[in-house]
C-alpha cells in the first residue's frame, strides 16, 4: 500500500507587536504549557481491516434480507446477493490471504496478520451463515408458501408431483449426467468450481464393497430450482437427482448420498512482458479452472470418516472446511425469485425518465446540439440509459461529419447495443476505437468474444498496459464542424452496461469542455499507442495525478478553514481503503474541517476517534439499487470544487489502474451533484452509520418522523420528470 509519514497541522505561534529595532514591547509571556501530542496517524489501530470491513458490508446486505419492510421476493434476491457476493470474495481475498500465509508475509497497515484475518473471517462467515438459514427456513420460506411459492422435497411433493418429477428427470436430468466412481484404479474427479455435487455411497451386494461415486448437478445448464405444476412450486434439482439414483447405478445399493460444493482461486497475473496480451489472458482464465480449492461446504449428514476423506482428496485444511446444517448455495435463489406474477411482493416497476434536453421540441432528441449548450449530467437508473448514452452513440454513428468515436469497454451485456454500434461505425467508414479491459475479473471471456467480433469488423481494438487495468469510463466523439473539429464526451462511473444501468446508481457526464476532451484524447493516444503524458489540463486520470491533485484538494481545504471562511468535504464512493487518503482526512478533522462521507461498501478510516476524527462521519446506503456513483466535493468558504469518475479511493485504483475523474464546474450541475450527496447523507431507510469501534448501526428516523429512503425520493423525482413530459419514457 501507498503510504509516507503524515504529520497533523502545527498549532501557529502567537503574533506579538514589534518595535521598530525588532525587539517586543510585550510583556515577556510565562512559559507555555507543553501541549498534548497529536496521535500518531500512521498507529495500525486507526485501520480498519479490509476483508472485516467487507464481511461488515456484507452483513448489511443480510440485513435486508431480514427486513420485513421489504417486499418478500425483494428479500429473497437478497439472500442470493449475499451468497454471490461471499463466493467472490473467497475466490478472490480469502484465496490472496491463503498465498500471503504460504508466503509467510507480515502485517498489513492495519497490523492485522493474515492467518489472524483468516480466523476473523471464518468465525463472521459462520455466524452470518446461520442467520440467513434462520432467516430463509424460518421465515421466507412459510411466507412464500402463504403467497402461493413452494419449494418442495421430493418427499413433501404429492404424488402427482413426483410422478412430474420423476419424468423430468427421465427427460431432462438423466441425460444431463455422468456418474464418477472413484477408488482403486479409478482416480477421483476434477470438480469445477462452484459446482454442486453429490458424494454417492454404493455398495456392490455381490462383492460387498463400498465403492465412492460424485455426481454434478448441472444447474449450470437446467436451472437448481426446477418449476413443477403451474410454475409457482420448485423442487431443486439435487432432490430430483438423489430420488433416481438407482437409476444411475443399476445393479448396486444406494447406501446414502450427501451434497457439497468446493470454492476454487480463480485470481491471476498476467505478465506485463507478455507478447499477445489476449492470449496470455486466455491462458489464464483456463489455469484458473483448476485453481486449488479453498473452501469446501458439505452437508451436515456427511459422515465424518467420509468428510475426511473427502479433505484429503481435494487436499483441504479443517479451517476451509464448512459444514453446512441447511441450504448450500443461496445464490441460485434468483431461479425462484425469477417466478412470474407476483408483483405485490416485488417493489413497484420503475421507468427510467429521459430529460427534456435530451428530448428535444418533437421528441427526437439531438444529443450533440443540447451538448453544445451546455454540460449535462445524467443519473441512472433514474435517467434513462438508453434515451442518453446509447442514444448518443447511435447519432455520432449515423452523423456525416463524424470522423472518430472512442470508447473503453470494462463489463458489458452480451446483448449490449453499443459495441455492435461501433461495429456499425467502422463499416461507415468512421475511425472507431475500442479499448477493451481482457482482465475484468469473471468478464474476460465475454470481453475476449467482443473483442474478436470488433477486430474482424474493423475496429481498432486496443487491450491496454498489461500491468494495469483499464477502468476508466468514457466515450470521445470527434465531429467535423466549420474548418474545424469539436469533441464530444461522455464520462460515467459505471460501465457501458445496459442491464446494470437499470440496477446501480451511476452518474454520467456529457460534455464539450475542450480541455476535458483533450485530455480524454490524449489518455486514448496513451492506451493505443506508446506515450506517456506529463500533465493534464483538467482532468485527473491515474495512476498520474488523481491521488495527488485529491491529496491537494483536502490540504487546501484544511489551509483555508478558518471560523470565518468555514470548509468542508464531502464525499460518495464504493470504497475507501487507501491509508495516504485516509490520513489526509484524518488531518482535515484534526483541523476543524467537518468531513461527511458515504461508502456503500469497504472502509478502512475509523471515524469518532479523539484527537483524531471527531469531525468525519461515515454512513452506508443499501437499497434497492447498488449505489455507485462517486463524488468528491470540496467546499472552502463560497469557492466549490466538484468531481466524479470512475475512481474509488483505493490503492488499486489510485496506482494501478488506468482510471478517469473529472472536475464539475458547471454551477447548476455541481448543484445536481450536491444534491444528489445531501439527499444520500441524509437516508434515515437503508443507512447504516460506522462508529469508533468499527461497528454499522442501522440508522433509523427521529423520532416522529418517517424514513426518508434517497432512492425512492429519486424515483419520485423521476416520476414527475417523465410526467412533465407528457409522453411515455422508453425503459431504460
Known sequence: MESGVETGPTEPSEPVESSENGASDAPAAAPAAPSAPLPDLEDPDLLINREVSWMAFNDRVLQLAEDKSIPLIERLKFCAIWESNLDEFFMVRVADLHDQVAASLPAGADGMKPVEQLEVIRELAIAQRERIESCFVGELLPKLEDEGIRIVTYEEASSEQRQEIDEIFERQVFPALTPLVFGVGRPFPYISNLSLSLLVILRDPEQEAEVLARVKVPKELLRRFLPIGDGSTFVPLEEVISNNLESLFPGMEVVGHALFRVTRDTDY???????????????????????????????????????????????????????????????????????????????????????????????????????????????????????????????????????????????????????????????????????????????????????????????????????????????????????????????????????????????????????????????????????????????????????????????????????????????????????????????????????????????????????????????????????????????????????????????RNLYKRIELIIPIEDPSVQAEMVDILELSLSDTAGAWTLDAEGGWTRRGPAPGEEPFSVQQALIERSAGRAAEAQSPSPSA
Open 269 to 651: 497475473d498476467v505478465s506485463d512482458e507478455a507478447d499477445d496480451l489476449r492470449q496470455a489472458v486466455e491462458e489464464e482464465i483456463r489455469r484458473r479452472r483448476f485453481g486449488e480449492v479453498i473452501r469446501l461446504e458439505v452437508s451436515s449428514d456427511l459422515d465424518a470418516h467420509l468428510l475426511e476423506r473427502l479433505e484429503g482428496l481435494l487436499n483441504t485444511q479443517p479451517g476451509q472446511v464448512y459444514v453446512i446444517d441447511g441450504w448450500i448455495g443461496h445464490d441460485d435463489l434468483f431461479d425462484v425469485a425469477a417466478v412470474t406474477g407476483h408483483v405485490d411482493i416485488r417493489f413497484k416497476p420503475f421507468v427510467s425518465a429521459t430529460q427534456s434536453v435530451l428530448q428535444g421540441p418533437e421528441g427526437e432528441g439531438d444529443i450533440l446540439a443540447a451538448m453544445r449548450e451546455g454540460d449535462i449530467l445524467v443519473h441512472h437508473p433514474y435517467d434513462s440509459f438508453t434515451t442518453s448514452v446509447e442514444a448518443f452513440v447511435h447519432q455520432a454513428v449515423a452523423d456525416p461529419d463524424v470522423l472518430a468515436i472512442k470508447q473503453t469497454v470494462y463489463r458489458t451485456s452480451d446483448d449490449s447495443p453499443l459495441v455492435p454500434a461501433l461495429i456499425s461505425a467502422a463499416e461507415r467508414g468512421i475511425q472507431a476505437v475500442c479499448m477493451v479491459e481482457l482482465k475484468a475479473r469473471f468478464d474476460e471471456q465475454a470481453n475476449i468474444t467482443w473483442a474478436k467480433k470488433l477486430e474482424k469488423a474493423g475496429v481498432h481494438v486496443v487491450y491496454g498496459i498489461p500491468a494495469m487495468k483499464t477502468h476508466a469510463k468514457c466515450i470521445l466523439v470527434a465531429r467535423r464542424e466549420g474548418d474545424g473539429v469539436r469533441h464530444y464526451a461522455h464520462v460515467g462511473t459505471g460501465n457501458y452496461n445496459p442491464k446494470t444501468a437499470r440496477l446501480y446508481t451511476d452518474l454520467g457526464l456529457f460534455t464539450t469542455d475542450p480541455d476535458i476532451c483533450a485530455d480524454i484524447a490524449e489518455m486514448f493516444n496513451h492506451l493505443t499507442g506508446y506515450a506517456r503524458p506529463q500533465s493534464y489540463r483538467k482532468a485527473l486520470i491515474a495512476p498520474y495525478n488523481i491521488a495527488s491533485d485529491l491529496l491537494a484538494e483536502i490540504d487546501r481545504t484544511i489551509e483555508s478553514h478558518s471560523p470565518e471562511t468555514p470548509s468542508r468535504i464531502r464525499m460518495k464512493m464504493n470504497s475507501l481503503l487507501d491509508p495516504a487518503m485516509i490520513r489526509a482526512l484524518y488531518r482535515a478533522s484534526q483541523a476543524g474541517v467537518p468531513v461527511e462521507l458515504n461508502v456503500r461498501g469497504i472502509c478502512a478510516l475509523t471515524p469518532g476517534v479523539p484527537g483524531v476524527s471527531e469531525n468525519i462521519s461515515v454512513v452506508s446506503v443499501l437499497g434497492r439499487f447498488l449505489e455507485h456513483s462517486r463524488i468528491y466535493c470540496f467546499e472552502r468558504g463560497d469557492e466549490r470544487h466538484v468531481y466524479t469518475g470512475s475512481a474509488d479511493l483505493m490503492p
